[in-house]
């Protein structure tokens, strides 16, 4: 057996690390010549003791002890995580003498990188034996995927650290007000009971109710001012369409529902049709109704490449929303579906599809109703939650729920207990920002929540992300600080990402949570 003391030695390390296809062959040439290979695959984003006796117990099942690093961009342990990038982990492992070689994981997870490397052994530390407490699921997976290439699966049993744990702790980048609140949370709340919550909305039947929008963002680079007009100029690089609105609500809720339905309108003109269902979740039914006079709304903004600054935006809509016969088929759509749902979601962007009188059957017809008024340009200054003359539970922008009260100077707390009486909800969520989250509940009162990211990729769709997990959350019947916390997760995970080219999901939200809370 190498020693720890020992495994740290001066060799070419670099010579270790290879691509991925590239150790397969490798490893083929070595199988040839009866070499034994055992495989180790994880974060490893802080490389301890730990780490160095699971690898040395590992080594002693074969003659070759190869590692995979799980690569930067499926690393899902939250803000500013890894902590170390993928070529100074690589590099750090392949300086360990127990260690023959080290790759860079191409996929999420391990199971194909077990297929391609077909080893005898997969090893995994002792915290995976009890499968109950794997939130992933993945190694049932990886199991079956060594089983199926003839090895078999190993764990090993020693000092145990958690990287998490030693990087929350030692090299946190929150700041010292985020750290105390981490600190306190975590000593009332475990993630098991967290994802206890979250669990219970599997069986939810969840309605989601408002505009289709399909983000448009076209990418460009600033050349300069025009020759002949005060007029910035851009030169087009590329574009990407993102499905916004309601769409991306139903998406996020759907990592969580097994049932989950959207009602909502599309244009017969330019529809898109094709593109939206082809974004929506499988286990998403889509019921939507048509605008005759209008294409389906779309929001194109101009971004400049370098720093993904928005330069301007433009709406394609029907300004009238809908007409009477629209309104009246959404009616009676509503009448249809809303018995059939626990909770109904709605996703009210103010460009005329909630009418008054959708709005009253939404708060007639609905078992719980969830909402969110958006304010944006297109309707600022009359579109707020007022328009709703009950909610049971309301989320909102803390400038949007400012504009409906008209004040400007009014704490947080004195505008949500006002909104609180006059739509008889039991809970708002309030988002603020850099500064987090605050959350009122009619019988225990105000739970405060500090944001958890430095890194604002675009802020497009945070608020969908904090209302469809606020939503459930709500409707389950969650303590406003387990709401406020778990809304900030889900602002963080929104904000790491360009529009809405990814949606929350249910294992890396697991994921994030745990890391937060290690």
């Known amino acids: 057996m190498v020693s720890s003391e020992t495994c740290f030695v001066k060799m070419r390390a670099n ?9 397969a062959e490798l490893l083929n040439e070595r199988r040839k010549s009866g070499k034994k290979i055992v495989h ?26 190869v590692v995979t690093l799980t690569g930067d961009q499926y690393v899902n342990k939250g803000p500013n995580r890894p902590a170390f990038p993928q070529d100074l982990r690589a590099e750090a492992i392949a300086a360990l003498s127990c260690v023959d070689y080290v790759a860079i994981n191409t996929w999420p997870t391990a199971t194909q990188t077990i297929r391609l490397l077909k080893p005898d052994f997969y090893v995994k530390g002792s915290d995976y034996k009890n499968r109950a407490e794997d939130i992933t699921g993945r190694i049932d997976d990886e199991e079956a995927a060594i089983k199926e290439v003839g090895g078999r699966i190993a764990f090993t049993d020693d000092i145990h650290f958690s990287s998490s744990s030693l990087i929350n702790t030692h090299f946190s980048h929150f700041s010292d007000e985020q750290a105390e609140y981490l600190e306190n949370f975590k000593g009332r709340h475990r993630a098991r009971e967290l994802f206890e919550w979250l669990e219970q909305a599997r069986d939810l039947k969840v309605l989601i109710v408002g505009e289709t929008i399909i983000d448009d963002y076209h990418y460009c680079e600033a050349i300069g001012k025009s020759g002949k007009e005060p007029v910035l100029v851009a030169r087009y690089i590329a574009a990407e369409q993102f499905a916004g609105g309601v769409l991306a609500i139903a998406n996020h809720v759907a990592s969580f529902c097994q049932k989950v339905g959207v009602v909502s309108f599309v244009g017969l003109q330019d529809s898109r049709l094709e593109f939206i269902k082809e974004k929506l979740k499988p286990n998403v039914t889509p019921h939507f109704l048509y605008y ?3 294409p389906t709304i779309i929001k194109r903004r101009f971004v400049e490449n370098y720093l993904l600054q928005k330069l301007f935006e433009v709406y394609f809509l029907d300004p009238e929303g809908c007409q009477a016969e629209e309104e009246a088929a959404l009616c009676e759509q509503l009448s249809e579906l809303l018995p059939h749902y626990d909770l109904v979601i709605a996703g009210d962007y ?5 009418t008054p009188r959708a709005i009253q059957k939404l708060c007639d017809e609905a078992k719980f109703l969830s909402v969110n008024t958006q304010s ?6 009359y579109h707020t939650i007022s328009v709703y003359p009950r909610a049971d539970y309301v989320c909102l922008a803390n400038h949007e729920l400012a504009m409906d009260l008209r004040s400007r100077r009014a704490d947080v707390e004195t505008l949500i207990l006002d909104v609180a009486k006059r739509l008889q909800c039991r809970q708002v969520t309030v988002t603020r920002g850099k500064y987090g989250i605050t959350t ?28 469809s997990i606020t939503s459930l959350l709500a409707y389950l019947g969650a303590s406003p600080e387990i709401t406020a916390f778990l809304g900030n997760v889900a602002g ?27």
């Open 15 to 23: 010579e270790k690390i290879v691509q991925l296809e590239r150790l």
């Open 376 to 381: 944006n340009a297109g309707n600022k200054g």
């Open 492 to 518: 963080a995970e929104a904000v790491r990402t360009v529009g809405h080219r990814s949606f929350i999901e249910r294992v890396p939200f697991y994921k994030h949570i745990e890391a937060l809370l290690k």
């Open 40 to 65: 180790c695959h994880g974060v490893f984003d802080l490389l301890h003791i730990g780490h160095i006796r699971h690898y040395e117990q590992a080594k002693q099942l074969g003659d070759l002890l």
């Open 350 to 354: 103010g460009h005329g599809m909630l």
């Open 440 to 467: 009122y509940d009619s019988k225990t009162g105000f739970a405060k929540s500090p944001a958890f990211t430095q890194q604002v990729t675009d802020r497009i769709g945070s608020g969908d992300a904090v209302l």
């Open 292 to 294: 005759e006079n209008g």
